[in-house]
Nanobody, 118 residues
Framework: QVQLVESGGGLVQPGGSLRLSCAAS????????MGWYRQAPGKQRELVAT???????NYADSVKGRFTISRGNAKNTVDLQMNSLKPEDTAVYYC????????????WGQGTQVTVSS
């Protein structure tokens, strides 16, 4: 059984920063990529940033220059440093992992709320 657990969400003022972390655990043979997606009320889930096992990153245009995705210090972890946050960044942020555990498939965390408001 694979689990993804996010942490680090919360309430922050516009212009502030937050750091999200995600840890994958369970019977994991290999992780191909991990990433963050978000879903705001009334909107579809959208990609925020991804990072491959080789370190290649991809960002949504809306977060380029403000967010940084990186592999965490611990094995099977990924972090998202979010700076210069805007009210439009308010959403539930979900961790995603493309990994091999018996079969290769995509796994999702439960989500963590990020609210940017004064």
């Amino acid at each position: 059984q694979v689990q993804l657990v996010e942490s680090g969400g919360g309430l922050v003022q516009p212009g502030g920063s937050l750091r999200l972390s995600c840890a994958a655990s369970g019977s994991i043979f290999s992780i191909y990529a991990m990433g963050w997606y978000r879903q705001a009320p009334g909107k579809q889930r959208e990609l925020v940033a991804t990072i491959t096992s080789g370190g290649m990153t991809n960002y949504a245009d809306s977060v380029k220059g403000r967010f940084t995705i990186s592999r965490g210090n611990a094995k099977n972890t990924v972090d998202l440093q979010m700076n210069s946050l805007k009210p439009e960044d308010t959403a539930v942020y979900y961790c995603n992992a493309d990994l091999l555990s018996g079969l290769r498939r995509s796994y999702w965390g439960q989500g963590t709320q990020v609210t940017v408001s004064s």
